[in-house]
């Protein structure tokens, strides 16, 4: 299958400091990638869908100020967490489908952010 | 706009015993539909999936799920629990295969000896 890896892992950083997450397709090519968040012991919520050679589209009441997405290249998209408070302390996790929308999504192991 | 509701928060099963995961959706087309297991600090692995066709889909790890349109339902079952089927799973629901989804709240699944 394919692989969707995320970097890092687990990041802590300090509040009013910004984190970037990358979120690579390691053997396919990705226009589109997925960014989600994740509350402990809650649901994944779409945050944005990012396109490569275009601006990420943002889902309602998700600040794209703050959660500044880039697709650099087919393979990596980046989320960066600007100005980072507490309440941003989360698990993000990234999708990619593979061939497109039309096809199966394969999701990167995520990233724990922890802001202190 | 589209739904889904995982009516169980936690569920404990006996290992061996059966297992049946409740999903409800609110789409207006045609679903895709997803089942997702989540095991601590892991990502997300892909159980099934329903498109189209046969409406009993079957999945890995011994997984099964049905879709019942009239019902607006994919409930997930397993014949037999193992111990290392306690996990978090997640329905989920997409306009296609590769689009954003929509996930439901999650069911902890607990297996006891």
């Known amino acids: 299958g394919a692989v969707v890896s995320q970097h890092p892992s687990r990041v802590i950083c300090k509040s009013g400091t910004s984190v970037k997450i990358e979120c690579r397709s390691l053997?396919?090519?990705?226009?589109?990638m997925f960014w989600y968040r994740q509350f402990p012991k809650q649901s994944l919520m779409l945050m944005a869908t990012?396109?490569?050679?275009?601006?990420?589209?943002?889902e309602q009441g998700v600040e794209k100020d703050k959660f500044l997405i880039n697709h650099a290249s087919l393979t990596l998209s980046t989320l960066t967490v600007t100005s980072a408070h507490p309440e941003d302390s989360s698990f993000y996790i990234c999708?990619?489908?593979?061939?497109?929308?039309?096809?199966?999504?394969?999701f990167g192991p995520g990233t724990r952010l922890t802001v202190t | 706009a589209q739904s889904v509701t995982q009516p169980d928060i936690h569920i404990t099963v006996s290992e061996g015993a059966s297992l049946e995961l409740r999903c409800n959706y609110s789409?207006?087309?045609?679903?895709?539909l997803f089942w997702y297991v989540q095991s601590p600090g892991q990502g997300l692995q892909l159980l099934l999936k329903?498109?189209?066709?046969?409406?009993l889909v079957q999945g890995i790890k011994g997984f099964e799920a049905e879709f019942k349109r009239s019902q607006s339902s994919f409930n997930l079952r397993k014949p037999s629990v193992h111990w290392s089927d306690a996990a978090e799973y997640f329905c989920?629901?997409?306009?296609?295969?590769?689009?954003?989804?929509?996930f439901g709240g999650g069911t902890r699944v607990l297996v006891k000896p």
């Open positions: 999708s990619a489908p593979k061939g497109g929308r039309g096809n199966e999504q394969y």
């Open positions: 053997d396919f090519q990705a226009t589109t």
């Open positions: 990012s396109n490569e050679g275009s601006k990420a589209t943002y």
């Open positions: 789409y207006g087309a045609t679903p895709y």
């Open positions: 329903y498109f189209s066709g046969d409406t």
């Open positions: 989920a629901v997409g306009a296609a295969a590769g689009n954003k989804l929509t």
